[in-house]
């Protein structure tokens, strides 16, 4: 009985068949096509993807406050030179934690904090002309931390990834009484 409820709660019904269901297949938003900014940056030789910075602050404020935290990412994102795509904004409950995500032509930029830590984890990978350092000084001095580490990366050209092996054919073989056969004649 608890399956059934179940799974008419999801809107599917054992009893009709699965084509008289009706099934919602969303919607797709059409968009002009929009190139990525290939620019590598040159960095310890070769060119490389990008930098990545991952930065904690520690003994933040105004953690819960999500028009600041957007404002922040905003900011940030300009003050990185970046161009800007996308940016998601949640509000986590009970505690109030928010989570923020921009997406960038040139890589993206996370700001997640947890208030009752006092914590604030912010992910940074930016490639091209767009400089991460200058996004981490914006959030720095807007959350006011107690204490703030940076761990920097330096991500991969494209170039130097290996590509994967295409996978091998099988010789085409033949059958050893054939081969046999035809050394004979």
Not at 14 to 19: A, E, N, P, Y
Not at 33 to 49: K, N, V, Y
Not at 98 to 112: C, E, F
């Amino acid at each position: 009985m608890a399956y059934t409820d179940a799974l008419f709660q999801l809107g599917m019904d054992l009893t009709r068949s699965s084509t008289a269901q009706k099934e919602d297949h969303g919607r797709s938003a059409q968009v002009a096509h929009e190139s990525r900014e290939e620019e590598l940056i040159e960095r310890d030789g070769p060119g490389c993807a990008g930098t990545h910075l991952i930065i904690d602050l520690f003994g933040a404020r105004r953690l819960d406050d999500l028009q600041h935290i957007k404002a922040t990412l905003k900011r940030s994102v300009d003050a990185a030179g970046a161009k800007l795509l996308h940016m998601h904004v949640h509000r986590f409950a009970p505690n109030g934690g928010v989570s923020a995500v921009a997406v960038l032509a040139q890589g993206h930029l996370s700001i997640h904090s947890w208030p009752g830590a006092g914590y604030v984890a912010v992910d940074a990978l930016m490639g091209g002309a767009a400089r991460p350092q200058s996004a981490f000084e914006v959030v720095k001095r807007a959350f006011k931390p107690a204490k703030a580490t940076v761990k920097e990366h330096v991500r991969a050209a494209p170039a130097s990834v290996r590509r994967p092996r295409q996978p091998r054919r099988p010789a085409e073989r033949t059958p050893v009484g054939e081969e046999k056969a035809r050394t004979a004649a």
